[in-house]
């Protein structure tokens, strides 16, 4: 019998107009983004399927679209591949996926996953508004040259590899200066491609500390349950199933670095044969097919 891993994309997978074809054909979709549009207290819908582009880019609002469209393709999948929810043996998400995934997981409730996403992205805009910094994807050097660099542009401010994606593909964050120092290193170092993310600032770093603070109560407050499907988090590859470990998963995890290889190669290493990805995008699979190029991917 197969084994699935269910797969959430995060932050930079968003495009005006995701998710249109399920809201078209899908009631119970319908459904879902009028009881979001009611939660967040605005037209969330519009941002997602008309834009603009510039406002559904914000942090404080991609958060909430990402997730929504999100869960309205689990929807989806729900229709066209029940198997793959019956074979489903992990879950995760990059970043803000791993909260769509402990609402899959039945760790916390739609309602309240929303809200924290909306809280998250806003206490990170904000953050991002105190220390302006960036992200930059690095890709086609090995994970010690990259290293070496940061540690090289940290003379230009603060700076270092934030998400471990896949082999050769890195991204680094921090101060705008150290960014640009980076990227110069980078080019004489050999890099295939340099690029910004479009973010508003050094997510996944210590420069996103004031965010912490302000989610960690939030949190700490909230009534998280057990794991119904296994829970993996990028920010150690480890499964966890205590709820209050969970929260203490969700506060590190926004100055935390992502390592999405190794979490991907622990459930390789479990036997998963078959991921889906379920959200808008193909970012993941892209990272998969990097990762291992005998895994099924949806």
Known sequence: MSKTAILFPGQGAQTVGMGRELYDSSSRVRELYAHANEIVGYDL??????????????????QPAIFLTSLAALEGLKDSDPKALENCV???????????????AGVMSFEDGLRLVR??????????????????????????????????????????????????NYVVSGELSACEKLVELAKEAGAIKLFPLA????????????????????????????????YISGVDAE?????DEIKKI????ISAPVYWEDAMRRLLKDEVDSFYEVGPGRVLRGLMKRIDRSATLN
């Open 45 to 62: 819908t519009k941002i997602c399927l008309d834009g603009p582009a510039d406002e559904l880019d914000s942090t404080a609002q991609s």
């Open 90 to 104: 992990a879950t995760t998400g990059l970043s803000l996926g791993e909260y769509t995934a402990l609402v899959f």
């Open 239 to 243: 499964f966890h199933s205590n709820p």
């Open 119 to 168: 809280m998250r992205g806003v206490a990170m805009q904000e953050a991002a508004d105190e220390r302006q910094g960036g992200m930059v994807s690095v890709i086609g050097l090995p994970v010690e040259t990259v290293a070496e660099l940061c540690e090289k542009a940290g003379d230009s401010g603060a700076i270092q590899i934030a998400n471990y994606l896949c082999p050769k």
């Open 250 to 253: 969700l506060i590190r995890q």
């Open 199 to 230: 973010v508003a600032g050094a997510f996944h770093t210590p420069l996103m500390e004031s965010a912490v603070e302000k989610m960690r109560p939030v949190i700490e407050g909230m009534i998280f349950s057990t794991p119904v499907v296994p």
